[in-house]
């Protein structure tokens, strides 16, 4: 079975995405100072999970490794340790760029 991992071969464990929340306020201690608003943060945010994106680069899917680094689908690579492939081979051998 191929398993996706980074061109260094470090495992693929999942997408970069962008959720958007809502930081709450604390609207009784707002002031206005010149031009500015400024207030407390209640401490809490309410997370608009049905708004969650895949972040994307060039057009293409921003993928992250076991160790945090992020990879576009243009970069990954496989193994496939029961047909023998166990070196990081390029999943589209012919649109293969370096490692940011």
């Known amino acids: ?7 260094q071969g470090k495992e693929i464990i999942g997408t970069l995405e962008t959720v958007p929340g809502v930081a709450l306020i604390e609207m009784d201690s707002a002031s206005l100072e010149g031009d500015s608003l400024q207030f407390d943060y209640e401490g809490s ?12 680069r060039g057009g293409h899917r921003v993928f ?14 496989f193994i496939d340790p029961e047909n023998g492939i166990t070196e990081p081979t390029p999943v589209f051998p012919d649109r293969v760029k370096p490692a940011e």
């Not at 992250?64 to 690579?77: A, I, K, P, R």
């Open 45 to 56: 945010t309410d997370i608009q999970w049905n708004e969650q994106k895949t972040v994307r």
């Open 64 to 77: 992250v490794d076991e160790c945090d680094n992020e990879f576009t689908e243009d970069q990954l690579h």
């Open 1 to 7: 079975m191929k398993e996706f991992v980074s061109p």
